[in-house]
Structure formats: structure tokens, C-alpha cells
């Protein structure tokens, strides 16, 4: 009876450290707050933004964010956005799946001098929880948003959640 238990608290216990009840808490627990965040309303209030998605290649070509371009997470290059976009000043926000990817592109921009960088507040899936429109790789309204993985695609309330894609097939029309 002991054993069952301690195996069931230890459940629980894993359990609430591991699942993800909201982008609030989910923001709240991996985000440092070191890049200020820009909420859908604010950003939507301004067309003046450059409009950065940091996700994987195969999540952007599925759907993003209107007239955002793909930086990417693992293969972005400072020295290429530099070239890019050489005024410092110029206002820049970043997003991902929720913010937390974004959120450490956002930091090396600052760290690189940029003055005017901001995180969207929960990402790609706030914006589509909240019936913001999203575009795929030929800029045609669609429902689908990549969710990550089924761990994260928990947050993600209001869109057909997309897992794995044939990347090849959808580059192809990029």
C-alpha cells in the first residue's frame, strides 16, 4: 500500500512538472523576460514591425504569420541578418510557437546592438487562438499551424494542429 502511493505522488508530482496548463505559465517557466514582450493587440495596432519567425523551416512552410520572414532558431545567422538589416533602430518582433524560442533570437539581436526588439506574447499559437489569420507557403488563409509536438500543441486551442511534414514537397512551392 505504501508503494502505491509514493508511486502515485511521484505521478502527480512529474505530472504537474511536465504538462503545460497555459501560455502563461509555460512563458512564465522557460522565459527569462529579457526581451520585452509586444502583445497580438500592439502588433496588430502597427504595420511599421519587421515581422521575424524563428521556428524550424518545416513549421513555416506549413502556416505563419502575414508578410513574416523565416530567420529560423538553430541556423539563424547574425551576420546574414546584420547584412539584411543594418539600422539598429529599426523595430523588430520575434516569434515562435508560444515565445520561448523567440525569445533567445530576440536576446542576440540585442546583444548585436538592435534597440527595438520584441517578443509576441504566446507566439503563433496565441495569435491563432485568438482568430488572427495565418498564411501557408503560397499566402493563402489556412487552419493549419504546426503544434511542435503533442506536448506542446496542448496550447494550441483554435487551429488544425499539423505534427510532421514532407518538407521536400512543400519547399518545392516556396
Known sequence: MRLSFTTLLIFFALSSIFSQKSIENTLDKFNKNSVNYI?????????????????????YLISKIENATWVGYKKFSIATFLDNYPKKDTPIVVYCSIGVRSEDIGEKLLKAGYSNVQNLYGGIFEWKNTGNPVFDNQNNKTEKVHAFSKHWGKLLTNAEKIYSTKSKSLEKNF
Request: hydrophobic share 30%.
Open 39 to 59: 502583445s497580438i493587440e500592439e502588433l496588430k495596432a502597427s504595420d511599421s514591425y519587421i515581422l521575424l519567425d524563428t521556428r524550424k523551416k518545416e513549421e
